[in-house]
């Protein structure tokens, strides 16, 4: 499974997102690659991911795009993460 | 090492700011003060703040700006703006005390800092302490301490 960690630059936001999604799906021993990326990677990306992380903010940004899109308020809480990564990929 | 990011004198408290924009605005400059940016990235992280919205406020009452990789930028570097009276950025982590600030040349180079960053912020504990931290000398203890 491909999910994208999204922020407006694709190397600060994203980049946090990406390390704690990946210790929140190892935590549910969920195997998936996570790629940080910036909107407009997200949006013009050849290969889609299934699941695309963001912060509330620029969910407008990526309307549209054939992915399952998760907010994220707190990046840091590998408790909202987990739960949410769990609702949406079970 | 986290300590090594942070430029001498760009760690910095105060009261209070007129608004979440000239806090980012004067985080930013602490970037440029200590050599790692152009005084041109600041109007680069505004525009973007401008255009996107506070997206980066990451996690409840604190914010990490920046903006994309550019010839503004000379090294990887982070610094911080810490408020006692927290600002209004419109984020849901509202208000917002810390404002953090960082930058990078390229898409790699600052990996490492947003890695021991990230590993020490999803402590609740270094967290809360943060928030709690009034002086800059118990700031550096909780951002440098498990870095080291």
């Known amino acids: 499974m491909l999910i994208y960690a999204v922020c407006g630059a694709g190397i600060g936001t994203s980049v946090l997102l990406k390390s704690n999604a990946e210790r929140a799906l ?3 021993g969920i195997e998936a690659e996570v790629r940080a990326v910036s909107i407009e990677e997200a949006r013009g990306a050849d290969k889609m991911a299934q699941v695309v992380l963001a912060t509330p903010e620029i969910l407008d940004q990526l ?7 998760i907010a994220i308020n707190n990046i840091f809480d590998l408790g909202e ?10 | 090492m986290l300590s090594s990011y942070f430029g001498s004198g ?12 000239a806090a980012v605005s004067q985080s930013v400059l602490l970037l440029v003060e200590s050599g790692k940016a152009k005084p041109s990235y600041v109007d680069e992280v505004l525009e973007s703040l401008k255009t996107l919205g506070p997206y980066f406020v990451i996690a409840p009452g604190l914010a990490l700006a920046h903006a994309k990789p550019s010839n503004s ?19 849901a982590n509202d208000p917002v005390s810390l404002i953090f600030s960082m930058c990078s040349p390229n898409s790699s180079e600052h990996m490492e800092m947003l890695g021991d960053f990230g590993e020490l912020m999803s402590t609740d504990e270094a967290m809360n302490n943060l928030l ?5 000398s118990v700031i550096k203890d909780i951002l440098f301490k498990k870095a080291l």
């Open chain 1, 26 to 28: 190892s935590m549910l």
């Open chain 1, 63 to 69: 309307a549209g795009i054939p992915a399952e899109v």
């Open chain 1, 81 to 90: 993460l987990g739960e949410k990564l769990k609702a949406t990929l079970s």
């Open chain 2, 10 to 21: 760009s760690i910095v408290t105060q009261d209070t700011s007129p608004s979440f924009a």
């Open chain 2, 73 to 91: 930028v000379l090294a990887p570097g982070m610094a911080l703006l810490r408020l006692a009276e927290p600002v209004i950025s419109g984020s």
């Open chain 2, 132 to 136: 709690n931290a009034s002086a800059v």
